[in-house]
């Protein structure tokens, strides 16, 4: 039997046996009772229609888009190994891709649009915070989940999203905390802050300016620079941070780090004068589009667990062209959570899959692999699913209240490699 541990955020109930989720103009109408299955109360409706059909918010342009291939890898790999497996409800999982742009655009908003008027059950995506803010009302509203694998903005923790949405990309509250002991036990005390304006670049700037001064430090001059990441160029952002006279920059931005690095060498306070600090959104396989050496020995951050080699070679399997894996262990596993709390639920609806997600997640049988947890769950156990990216633990917001974030330094070529693993709670 499935323990239903969820708690909607939206509705506060004191000493009721079933729980009422509204939601307007969906694909899924059904009332949302607890757990099916459960003697001590009644069965939620189901309201799928027995095909699991997801769609993809992932991006194929816009300054993310260095993500995309090995999110839309991650995604494809996993429906891949549910279908072989048998499928969700005895039916393949069936998946639509389609772009998320970046904030600069509104090809996220036609996307979600397209996949709402397909019904689809669950949205995998976006990678961007800032584009997720533009749409998640619009999904959510809608009764659809939604399902990032890279979205840290500490904003999505409480936000009303009737239940709907869930990550497995930790909140920036944890990389903010070990970028600034990084950054404190390199031994820089006077750290400059450049961070783009949206509620990635803002957010996580904020959690690293604690981290800096819980860990001793101080931050240059009045504080986090923020800027516009559609300016034609930083020159002035730049001169005030070289004004402020950093030990060391933590650069947190995405595609436009390529236009911020040359103007910080230009101005002397370049990679190779003042030690730069990358974060998830700009840590990339730069090569050759810097000068050799432009970044050798400067480090950065990003969220996950170590990727198998066993992984990485599946991967490959579904796009060989694969130069960065990024955020793919993430993307298999929300789109495998996704399949396993339908079937859980014995439905494929987005209110079932909602309910269902928290439970699968904790506190049963430990399985990783899709086919392993549906053998459990056939045989009437309680399944805690921990995947590629790690261990996953829910939150009953849909936060994962464990993660892990490697440290990597970049070398003469302008690739990185991983240094360390930390891990830490939420």
Not at 103 to 124: E, G, H, M, R, Y
Not at 253 to 261: R, S, V
Not at 288 to 311: V, Y
Request: aromatic fraction near 6%; charge should be negative; charged fraction near 20%.
């Amino acid at each position: 039997m499935i323990r239903t541990t969820r708690l909607w955020r939206s509705i506060a109930v004191v000493g009721v046996a079933s729980l009422a989720l509204a939601a307007c103009g969906g694909d899924d109408d059904g009332d949302d009772d607890t757990a099916a299955g459960d003697d001590e109360s009644p069965a939620m409706e189901q309201t799928g229609d027995g095909e699991l059909v997801l769609g993809t918010l992932l991006p194929q342009t816009g300054s993310l888009a260095f993500l995309g291939p090995p999110e839309f890898a991650g995604v494809d790999l996993a429906v891949e190994e549910i279908n072989a497996a048998g499928g969700v409800l005895g039916q393949d999982v069936v998946v639509n891709h389609t772009d998320s742009g970046d904030t600069s655009t509104d090809i996220a908003s036609q996307s979600v649009d397209s996949l709402l008027s397909q019904n689809v059950d669950a949205i995998i995506g976006a990678a961007s915070s800032g584009v997720t803010a533009t749409v998640i009302d619009a999904v959510v509203q809608s009764g659809t989940v939604m399902f990032s694998p890279a979205n840290t903005s500490p904003d999505f923790t409480d936000y009303p999203d009737d239940g709907f949405y869930f990550r497995t990309a930790p909140s920036d509250v944890l990389q903010g905390r070990v970028m600034g002991d990084l950054v404190i036990s390199d031994g820089h005390a006077n750290v400059g802050i450049m961070a783009l304006q949206d509620p990635y670049g803002e957010g996580l700037a904020e959690n690293v300016t604690i981290s800096v001064e819980e860990g001793g430090g101080t931050i240059a001059g009045d504080g986090p620079i923020i800027y516009d990441p559609n300016a034609a160029n930083y020159a002035t952002e730049v001169t005030q941070m070289a004004a402020n006279s950093p030990d060391a920059i933590v650069l947190i931005g995405f595609a436009e780090t390529l236009t911020i690095i040359p103007e910080l060498v230009a101005q002397g306070i370049g990679p190779q004068d003042v030690p730069l600090y990358f974060v998830d959104g700009n840590l990339s396989n730069y090569g050759d589009q810097l000068p050799a050496g432009t970044l050798d020995g400067n480090k950065g951050t990003l969220p996950g667990a170590e990727t198998t080699g066993d992984f990485q070679a599946r991967m490959l399997e579904i796009d060989p062209d694969l130069e960065d894996f990024s955020y793919g262990p993430e993307s298999y596993d929300a789109t495998i959570l996704i399949a396993l709390a339908a079937v859980a639920a014995e439905d494929d609806g987005a209110e079932s899959i909602a309910s269902r997600l928290v439970d699968i997640s904790k506190e049963g049988t430990k399985c990783t692999t899709f086919e392993e947890c549906v053998g459990l769950l056939e045989d009437g156990e309680d399944i805690d699913y921990d995947g590629a990216s790690g261990p996953i633990e829910f939150s009953d917001v849909g936060d994962p209240t464990q993660a892990t974030i490697g440290i990597y330094q970049f070398g003469p070529d302008n690739t990185y490699t991983n240094l360390e693993f930390r891990e830490g709670q939420l």
